[in-house]
């Protein structure tokens, strides 16, 4: 129980356009989903918190309009990268809440080119 | 606000022996502590958590953690390290109080090599 997907596991975009990336969870409804990056050989940096049927908050210093986050339902979150630039190529991974705990998908690896 | 430092980016054992990755955090509250694993192009899977019942944790794949508060620490310790226990490990801790928003914080991951 308690798995978590990510869609696409990862992407190659050019540059000057926008990707969205999906985050389920399978078999649990979550209201509050965490979006986070992270680089290579480094730890995770918390984007945003996603809560179901409500504005996202972000963390300071994300770009609200550049990483759109929306949370439509219980089991999915997405995060769409608009208008994508070489320095947003990373390792996107969500989580979702459960109880006192975060399940984490698998990531999605982004390269913009 | 609270914070996680791990000490040592990269820790290296041989194959049988003992694992200690270390970790000590911060926080103005009673903390939820947790140790996740990360292997390579993967996200990350929990090894155990400490939510105030008792100090010495046991998670899976033989690893334990002991919350000590007077040393604000929660170090991660395996008895005997396997080749499989190579990876990425991650100390974490979020808040238990009032408007707890179940943030994560991480530390900057310790790579554990094992020597065989």
Redesign the interface.
Known sequence: GAV?S?HPSWVICKSGTSVKIECRSLDFQAT?M?WYRQFPK?????MA?SNEGSKATYEQGVEKDKFLINHASLTLSTLTVTSAHPEDSS?Y?C?A?MG????????T?LTVT | AQSVTQLGSHVSVSEGALVLLRCNYSSSVPPYLFWYVQYPNQGLQLLLKYTSAATLVKGINGFEAEFKKSETSFHLTKPSAHMSDAAEYFCAVSDRGSGNTGKLIFGQGTTLQVKP
């Open positions: 978590v990510q509050t965490f480094q730890s995770l940096m918390l918190t390792f991974i989580s809440r006192g705990e975060q399940y984490f998908g698998p990531g690896r």
